[in-house]
């Protein structure tokens, strides 16, 4: 298990490198499939606010939801919370993942769209609790997790010069998590992530979450009420 120290250059890397390709990442990242499984997870939820937890430039929660829904959005890298709060203006906020800037019981759903995956795995309990405590009972929340563990960095993420770190658990480490804070998976969708890949996408990245194409999953899971 990683120590304190390295926990925090971890985070800072990240961080940092959120802020230096932050333009880059928001052109590369944007996916009709994402957007697919926002809807899936939208028809769920309770009314109420939605917090997206490592929202980027905003897309896909903010720029779809926030003109009809009260929201929250929160990044680390100040960059990404500065592009959006051009999509969803005063409604962003800088802010850690491990301690929510929101009241208890105070939303309807929580949205994690390849953002925990960049949590050291150790802080990743605190995460689901805290999902579980500013959550509603009856609230869901959508995570994007790996098919199995899996730590690594990259020096020149995106071609962009800048590194990136992750450190992404499994699908039985994330359900367990999951369930430890209160929550029921109800449903999992592989995708095939294809980020930063020259060729262009040519169909439907979704694929059944036992698939060996499948490079992530997304975990929808409702808290008990």
């Not at 959006?84 to 929101?102: E, I, K, Q, S, Y």
């Not at 939303?107 to 960049?118: D, E, N, P, Q, R």
């Not at 430890?180 to 990245?205: H, P, W």
Request: proline share 4%.
């Amino acid at each position: 298990m990683p120590n304190e120290d390295d926990a925090r250059d971890q985070r800072t890397t990240v961080m940092q490198g959120y802020d230096e390709l932050a333009a880059v990442y928001a052109d590369e990242r944007q996916s009709f499939e994402d957007h697919r499984i926002l809807e899936s997870l939208l028809a769920d939820a309770p009314d109420g606010r939605i917090l997206d937890a490592g929202c980027g430039a905003g897309d896909p929660v903010l720029d779809r939801v926030a003109s009809e829904r009260s929201v929250l959005g929160l990044d680390f890298s100040s960059e990404q919370v500065r592009l959006a709060n051009d999509v969803a203006p005063g409604r962003v906020v800088r802010g850690d993942m491990t301690a929510l800037p929101a009241a208890d019981d105070s939303v309807a759903a929580v949205t994690a769209f390849y953002s925990l995956i960049h949590v050291p795995a150790a802080q990743h309990a605190d995460v689901y609790a805290e999902f579980a405590r500013v959550l509603r009972p009856g609230g869901v929340v959508l995570v994007t997790t790996g098919t199995e563990d899996w730590s690594g960095r990259n020096d020149d993420w995106l071609d962009g010069g800048a590194p990136m770190e992750w450190d992404i658990l499994g699908p039985d480490a994330s359900v367990a998590h999951l369930n430890a804070a209160g929550f029921d998976v109800y449903d999992r969708v592989g995708v095939v992530d294809d980020l930063g890949e020259e060729a262009a996408r040519t169909g439907d990245n979704l694929v059944d979450p036992d698939s060996e194409d499948a490079d992530k999953l997304f975990l929808f899971a409702r808290l008990a009420d």
